[in-house]
């Protein structure tokens, strides 16, 4: 799934109606708590955090082989990192990922 594809549909698991700004190449959304935001649970650790709790995701950290596993019944991912800095990254696209997962089963 390209990066643009992983939002759309991580953002329908959460219930979340996208609209996308050709001008800053970026989805938004309206948060009911803060208002209009950006949607971008790939770079920001708030929103993925927000994802793995909303959607009831499992995390699993393998530090010693380098990877991170992320799922909910009948869904998963697996993101490797090759430094800690990567650590948190991997994090984030393995949430994404999950929940696009959830999101592409729904009507």
Do not use: C
């Amino acid at each position: 799934m390209t990066d643009h594809e992983l939002l759309q549909l991580s953002a329908k698991a959460m219930g979340f109606e996208l609209e996308y700004r050709h001008g800053s190449d970026a989805f938004y959304y309206d948060d009911p708590d803060t208002g209009r935001e950006q949607w971008q649970p790939l770079a920001d650790d708030v929103q993925a955090t927000r994802l793995a709790v909303e959607l009831q995701l499992s995390i699993l950290w393998f530090t010693n082989l380098q990877y991170v596993m992320v799922e909910r019944r009948g869904f998963g991912e697996n993101i490797g990192w090759t430094e800690n800095a990567d650590r948190a990254g991997a994090l984030r696209h393995a949430l994404t990922v999950v929940a696009a997962q959830i999101g592409s089963t729904l009507p």
